[in-house]
């Protein structure tokens, strides 16, 4: 899985993502996307994260950071 | 750690340090086969002669009006969590009402100290209409077999109420009726756990709020169900268990009083002597909102009498300027009895903690973040209740269902009760329990109906047959061609019984198939299912079959009975009967009665209705 296929709906957006991306340059990343991206991760990693972990998600970067800690490759569009 | 390692430990030592090791396990998630393993041991005799299993152990009897036997393996797990032994009685299928009722009877024998009644399990597949009326008499029905147990019975009784099912026959609109199966549960319920409230004799086992939070199949839409007659899933059995073990350690004065907590990401979110008073998380959004219920939820324990003590490595100073500068703070200062603020070890700290407030360790509970520190301290107090997680939501779960506190608030107007139940008096007018069986039995209204060589019941008269093990005379099975050939043969006859009662109609319950030799009766097969069983139903059927013989002309009816591995409960049967015997060892025996047959075999409460023959 792409990180633009698990993010974009959620950010409503079509731009390939980057992992620098955040909630400070996405404006459609607000609470209910947060909301959002931690269920979809849940779902694809079949296991809830921890309190600690959902605070952590601020940035493409830590999307897969987190996703990668519970065997969820995300892949970074290369262009 | 596999299962065989834990009985092993168990089998050294049935003290709290193994309890602890076979608690991780569990919460570690152990496949079926293990916590089966595990949960047979803890239930064998082999464990009971411990020393150290008598002071902890718990007497369960369970009866239902189905079957709750899904229920013991679940329930010897949970009682373990909560750190009891349980010895478990379970009522045979559909017995409860006779199993209430008879002072000599399994249940009364296993000397429970808690009673787990579900007189409402099969209900749906019972009852015929939903109405006011009927919701009453359900009520009655099942509030009958608490008055009759509480006769001979001083303890617990736990009765579980209606389980909600998806089975909607008008679909959305069932709430237009009156009353549509949703509303019929929910006012049986109403009113079973207002006569718990009202008279004190019992508890409500809530299984409809349990159901709520089990699974995603419904109970009687599952394979047991429909494979064993079970009407709950796994998931609603472990509930159930759990609940039930929580009254269990309420029962026997386990609960625990005392609540331990950390402070830093325990209490509120964040290190104070890091991220200072002013950036702690508590109150506002998330996580903050976390620690508020958090706070609430054990300020609401505090309430009900919980002592609650701090125990945290951290400087004084620090940790009070939080509970003075934070508005947020719903647990103030003065809600604590104790606290060890300090570098110290914290076991020891909490050992000191119960010298101080003298309590055991055992009356104990912690909430710490740190995975480290409550390692240590289960390692080094294995009394002590540890809640096993550290993220500040799975902490609010935890203690928001742990069940860990509770108690049975017994008020005086309770134990007088009590005491007035157990007086001589009372016992010795119940010591004719038979006239109260009998009583209970004319009750029900029974109506018994016997038919012959009928083409509508080949194919039931075949089932029961096949799959009849307990009450059967000769276990001898047949096809439907078998049947099918043996009524058109005039030699044979083929007798089927049905059963209906005041609530329930239990259709075709009863096979015989009878040889007709020289003119003399040969009863080739003689069976009933064993959810009739006990009111006699078994008598009026062979006594209608004598009857029959009787009229036909013969001089003699003649039986037998082959022991398999399940029908020991039949082997007396035929002399109860009246029958002699011609021959007998233990596997086997000839038997014969003289017609025509003495009046009398069919038990005075049934009504049998006239013969039914095709042929």
């Known amino acids: 899985m792409t990180v633009d296929e698990l993010l974009q709906p959620m950010l409503n957006t079509t731009v390939p993502l980057r992992p620098t991306d955040s909630r400070e340059t996405i404006p459609a990343w607000d609470s209910l996307a947060q909301i959002n991206i931690v269920a979809a991760i849940e779902d694809a990693v079949g296991v809830e994260l921890s309190t600690a972990e959902v605070l952590s998600l601020k940035s493409v970067a830590k999307v897969v950071e987190v996703a990668r800690s519970h065997g969820l490759e995300l892949t970074i569009n290369a262009s | 750690m596999t299962a065989k390692d834990i009985i092993a430990q168990l089998e050294a030592d049935a003290g709290w340090r193994s309890l602890r ?86 249940l009364f024998q296993h000397k429970p100290e808690v009673v787990v009644l579900a007189p409402l399990t099969g209900i749906w597949q019972r009852i015929t209409g939903t109405n006011p009326d009927s919701a009453t008499h359900i009520v009655e029905e099942a509030w009958s077999q608490v008055t009759a147990l509480r006769k001979n019975f001083d303890g617990l009784i736990l009765l579980q109420n209606v389980v909600p099912v998806e089975n909607r026959p008008h679909g959305i609109l069932e709430s237009r ?165 300090n570098w110290q070890d914290k076991a020891f700290n909490i050992r000191e903690l119960a010298k ?67 007086a001589a008096e009372e016992r010795s007018r119940l010591a004719t329990q038979s006239s109260n069986l009998e009583e209970y039995l004319a009750s029900l209204e029974m109506q018994v109906e016997v038919g012959c060589n009928s083409s509508t019941q080949i194919a039931r008269v075949a089932q029961l047959t096949q799959k009849t093990n307990q009450f059967n005379l000769t276990t001898r099975r047949y096809t439907e061609s ?51 069983l006990g009111r006699g139903v078994e008598k009026a059927f062979l006594g209608t079959i004598c009857d029959q013989a009787g009229k036909s002309g013969a001089k003699v009816i003649r039986s037998e009975f082959i022991r398999s591995a399940k029908n020991s409960q039949t082997e007396n049967f035929l002399e109860t009967c009246g029958f002699t015997a011609d021959g007998r060892t233990v596997d086997f025996s000839k038997w014969h009665l003289v017609l025509p047959a003495p009046v009398g075999l069919t038990p005075k409460w049934i009504a049998i209705q006239p013969l039914k023959s095709e042929t």
Not at chain 2, 27 to 54: C, K, V
Not at chain 2, 68 to 93: I, K, T, W
């Open chain 2, 177 to 341: 009726r009156n009353l549509g199966h949703p509303d019929f549960a929910r006012a049986v319920n109403l009113q079973l756990s207002q006569r718990c409230r009202e008279t004190g004799e019992a508890f409500t086992l809530d299984a409809e709020l349990l159901a709520g939070q089990s699974g995603t199949i419904w109970p009687g839409l599952h394979k047991q169900q429909f494979m064993a007659s079970r009407p709950f899933t796994d998931d609603l059995a472990n509930l159930l268990a759990a609940e039930i073990a929580a009254f269990c350690a309420a029962r026997k004065g386990f609960a625990r009083k005392c609540l331990v907590l950390d402070l830093d990401n325990t209490l509120w979110g964040g290190v104070v002597g890091e991220d200072g008073v002013a950036g702690l998380q508590i109150g506002g959004g998330f996580p903050g909102n976390i620690y508020t219920e958090l706070q609430k939820e054990i300020c609401a324990l505090h309430k009900r009498g919980v002592t609650l003590a701090i125990v945290s490595k951290n400087n004084e100073p620090d940790a009070w300027e939080v509970f003075n500068q934070r508005p947020e703070m719903i647990l103030k200062r003065t809600d604590f009895s104790m606290h060890r603020i």
């Open chain 2, 21 to 106: 090791i076979a608690q991780k396990a569990l919460r570690g998630g152990m496949n079926r086969p293990e916590s089966l393993a595990l949960a047979r041991f803890l239930s064998g005799e082999q464990i009971r002669s411990r020393a150290d299993f008598a002071a902890r152990s718990v007497r369960v009897a369970v009866a239902s009006d189905t079957s709750l036997d899904n229920l013991a393996d679940p329930l010897v797990l949970r009682l373990l969590e909560r750190g009891m032994f349980g010895v478990q009685y379970h009522s045979p299928f559909a017995q409860l009402a006779l199993e209430t009722r008879n002072p000599a009877s399994g």
């Open chain 2, 482 to 532: 078998e049947i099918q050939e043996r009524m058109q043969n005039p030699s044979w006859r083929v007798f089927w019984c049905a059963c209906r009662d005041r609530f329930a109609d239990e259709g075709v319950i009863g096979a015989a198939l009878v040889e007709i030799k020289d003119g003399d009766w040969f009863i080739d097969t003689f069976l009933m299912s064993c959810r009739v």
């Open chain 2, 356 to 422: 101080e407030l003298n309590l055991g360790l055992d009356a104990f509970v912690i909430l710490d973040d740190n995975h480290v520190e409550r390692d240590w301290i289960e390692e080094a107090l294995p009394e002590v209740d540890v809640c096993p997680a550290g993220d500040p939501l799975e902490m609010l779960r935890w203690l928001a269902t742990c069940r860990r506190f509770d108690t049975l608030a017994i008020t005086r107007e309770d134990a007088l009760r009590a005491k007035s139940y157990a």
